[in-house]
């Protein structure tokens, strides 16, 4: 399953899949936001720049990452689609030009952050695709340094070939502190790493030597291009990166084969050299020495016509041609070496055959061992990926998982937590409330065997903790959809209240004046915002917009003489209120009730159902952050809104406005052996889940239950505001055109020097002309591509209004919705 396909459908893996989901224009995306989550140096940058930028992926997560009104600047070979809030343009970032745009798009600021994420175009060998990538980097670096602020940081892509160190070290030198890591969206395939230097040193000087990729990588660059290790190893050819030799310009050399033999340094001429000479015009009495050889087989001759195209083995043939003709001529060979510096320098080829031998051999042991360390690696990788799909498909617990892949280094780039930084506090306060607890219950019981079980069980609990923790994040996350939705609702709701008629505004007037009275006197009261809520509505004579929509619900309808019912009832109600005193919150709603007897002790009862519904309610919603929802969602006239949403309340308050019931009543029963359990330190999860079943379940009834339904049934079937809006602007534009239709009318018909069948048909050539629609112009859409690709202006052949759409549009477009639509 961890297994990535280096090519086809393998690597559509999930971050690709994810991209598209999210709407990214590369898989790339989520590295820059994993490397973000771990260094955090997007959220506090103010200008960006994002070098080899196309096709945009970490351009649109810093804009996401970044503050409103950032400055970001992307540039790349290839052209980027435009992105909203970023500045982007096409250069090569080696160019002085690309140095100059930018100057010019940062004016005199400085960058916090250089982001490079390029990869040169480049599909021959890897090591010469290696080494262009490092000087892509360098030369990133290069721009960093001149753009970049003091303490800036500069995230930047390398990959780990030979000059990899090299670059660490240049790193190491220009910033306070450097971070190489690999974020889990990087495929395991690749060889690419990413480097986060924090904290640009900003040196008033930099050795230019530093930057330039022919200093900076200058021994390597030796080692690899060494005669020997083109003869031994013609499998790693290297472009001459140097350029020509001094006062050799040409490119195919011809050596005589007698000189090749002859020559001390053979390996020089095989690395150097296209073609062996057995012949030539002239006669020469060592060339045909060596034709009349019987170890000049046609083998050998064909090696030497093209030395170009030879492998290892044919390289090392020619050299043995070459010491067994040696030994024919008599020249000294490894055999008869003798201390003269001819010998030793025959004596060098051998043991450099042989030293090569031994290198070869260590190189393959050492290759062994690194695949097969990487084997092993790979297979970790993929136990630890599959034991975390199965514990996210709830399949297993996390302690099954090594301790480090639950709460290490790996949780820093769950995706989860990427997108909820909320929920990672939460997870995090959880963790620490949970750690408290335990010690202190271990200190208390003085449980647990050995030290060593404990830390294992700690760790086990810790895992389950978290896993619970995140269960409850998600299932709060579920729940806070549901209110923004329900408040949604009630927001549209209170919107169609707003064109109250002037009665009721005065009426509301005076409800605030009262609650403001109130409210000095309560000002501690955590319940006051419900009582005064109900209190207010109780104080217009014509009860509240509210109250009046709630009992003219078809559940109250058969109630005869509902107000002389509540308000004899209602007095002695109070009464009993102020008596007993039985909650804080029936003590504010008494108090506020002997402040103005009058015109509150009629509609007593009443108001104290309300209070009491709005309580059911809370307790049906069941949690403090209904509380502050409800803080933050006071309508326009500072009280908060409150509404019956479940068939329970909905009863009770049928019971209430009945009479069957009284608030005391109602009080009482919720005095039982659930209401002072003990909460304390439960995680919230379990007080949540408890808090379902840990209440008398109330019976309900048929009527109650209808009449929720019905009221959700009007709520659904009401139009949403925008459609409100735009009915209501199209009357007011119609009322408009009426008016100036009228008008003009008008001056027709006064008009006096025109006949009235004149007048009669100015006016009904008017009306004629106010009925006919204006017809709709239609847009004609022209998708960027074949012929259209990159046009600048109207495309051919298209008339009227046109649209130019491309692929890449439509699909973010698609994936925008499909987000829009999952939320
Ligand atoms: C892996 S892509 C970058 C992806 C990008 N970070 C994103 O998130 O969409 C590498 C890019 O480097 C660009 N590139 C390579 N050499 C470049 C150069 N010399 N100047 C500018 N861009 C270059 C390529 O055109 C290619 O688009």
Request: hydrophobic share 35%; aromatic share 6%.
């Amino acid at each position: 399953m961890g297994f990535q396909k280096k090519t086809g459908k393998g690597r559509l893996d999930k971050y690709y899949r994810l991209a598209k989901e999210k709407g990214y224009r590369a898989r790339a995306a989520f590295k820059l936001l994993q490397l973000n989550k771990k260094f955090g140096f997007l959220q506090n940058s103010k200008v960006v720049i994002d070098l080899c930028a196309a096709p945009g992926s970490w351009c649109q997560v810093a804009v996401e990452a970044m503050p409103r009104g950032s400055l970001i600047v992307g540039v790349d070979l290839s052209p980027i689609k435009p992105i909203p809030g970023v500045i982007t343009f096409q250069s090569d970032i080696t160019t002085d030009k690309c140095r100059a745009e930018l100057r010019r798009h940062l004016k005199t600021w400085k960058a916090d952050a250089v982001l490079h994420d390029g990869a040169p175009n480049v599909g021959t060998a890897w090591i010469q695709d290696s080494f262009n990538q490092a000087e892509l980097t360098l030369q990133s670096l290069k721009l960093a340094c001149e753009f970049l602020v003091e303490g800036g940081t500069f995230c930047t892509k390398v990959f780990r070939s030979a000059q990899y160190n090299q670059l660490l070290w240049i790193f190491g030198q220009l910033f306070d502190k450097v971070d190489a890591t690999k974020p889990p969206s990087s495929r395991n395939v690749s060889a690419e790493i990413f480097c986060v230097c924090r904290g640009f040193k900003a040196p008033k000087h930099i050795d230019p030597r530093f930057l330039d990729p022919r200093t900076a990588f200058a021994d390597l660059k030796e080692t690899v291009n060494t005669d020997e290790a083109r003869v031994y190893k013609p499998e790693q050819k290297k472009r001459k990166r140097g350029g020509y030799e001094e006062g050799d310009y040409t490119l195919y050399k011809e050596v005589l084969a007698s000189d090749f033999v002859e020559s001390t340094d053979p390996i020089s001429i095989l690395a150097n050299t296209n073609r062996l000479v057995l012949e030539t015009l002239e006669p020469s009495l060592s060339l045909s020495a060596l034709n009349k050889m019987p170890d000049t087989t046609v083998e050998i001759r064909q090696y030497c016509s093209d030395l170009k195209v030879l492998g290892r083995s044919e390289f090392k043939r020619l050299l043995k041609w070459r010491i067994t003709a040696r030994e024919a001529f008599g020249l000294p060979t490894k055999k008869t070496s003798k201390p003269t510096t001819v010998e030793e320098e025959v004596a060098e080829v051998e043991s450099m055959d042989e030293e090569l031998k031994i290198q070869e051999e260590l190189q393959a042991m050492k290759d062994k061992d690194s695949a097969k360390r990487k084997r092993e690696k790979r297979k970790e990788n993929e136990r630890k990926t599959k034991e975390i799909r199965r514990l996210q498909m709830h399949m297993t617990a996390p302690m099954d998982i090594g301790v480090e892949s639950a709460s290490g280094q790996e949780g820093m780039f769950q995706l989860k937590s990427l997108e909820k930084d909320n929920a990672a506090a939460k997870v995090a306060k959880g963790r620490m409330v949970v750690v408290t607890e335990r010690q202190k219950k271990d200190q208390d019981s003085g449980i647990g065997s050995s030290g060593e079980t404990d830390d294992e069980s700690d760790d086990l609990n810790d895992a389950l903790e978290r896993e619970l923790d995140q269960h409850w994040d998600a299932y709060q996350e579920r729940r806070a959809n549901y209110e923004a939705r329900l408040k949604r609702r009630k927001q549209e709701e209170d919107g169609e209240w707003e064109g109250v008629s002037a009665d009721e505004q005065e009426s509301s007037d005076d409800e605030i004046v009262e609650e403001s009275d109130e409210s000095d006197d309560e000002d501690d009261e955590a319940p006051q915002r419900l009582l005064t809520d109900l209190d207010n509505t109780a104080k217009d004579p014509s009860l509240s917009k509210r109250a009046t929509k709630f009992f003219s619900q078809d559940i109250f309808k058969d109630i005869p003489g509902l107000e002389q019912s509540d308000s004899e009832s209602s007095a002695g109600e109070d009464e009993k209120m102020v008596d007993t005193e039985v909650t804080s919150k029936l003590e504010v709603k008494s108090k506020a009730s002997e402040k103005a007897p009058k015109t509150t002790s009629k509609r007593g009862a009443r108001d104290a159902a309300l209070a009491v519904i709005g309580e059911m309610n809370e307790t049906e919603n069941d949690n403090q952050e209904a509380d502050d929802w409800e803080d933050k969602n006071r309508r326009a006239d500072d009280k908060p809104s409150i509404d019956i949403i479940t068939a329970e309340a909905m009863m009770l308050a049928h019971q209430l406005a009945t009479g069957q019931k009284t608030t005391h009543d109602v009080v009482d029963e919720n005095f039982d052996k659930y209401a002072f359990r003990d909460r304390d330190g439960l995680p919230d999860w379990f007080i949540d889940d408890e808090g379902k079943h840990d209440k008398k379940q109330k019976p309900i009834t048929k009527e109650a239950a209808q009449a929720i339904k019905e009221k959700m049934r009007a709520l659904n079937a009401r139009p949403i505001k925008k459609v409100r809006e735009a009915q209501a602007r199209k009357k007011f534009k119609t009322a408009q055109r009426l008016e100036k239709l009228k008008k003009k009318s008008d001056l027709l018909a006064n008009e006096e020097g025109m006949t009235e069948k004149e007048k009669a048909e100015s006016i009904a050539k008017l009306l004629g002309k106010a009925r006919k629609k204006a017809p709709k112009r239609s847009v004609k859409v022209v998708v960027a591509k074949g012929v259209n690709r990159g046009i600048q202006g109207r495309p051919k052949g298209v008339k009227g209004r046109y649209k130019i759409v491309d692929a890449r549009m439509k699909k973010e477009m698609r994936a925008q919705k499909r987000i829009a639509k999952r939320k």
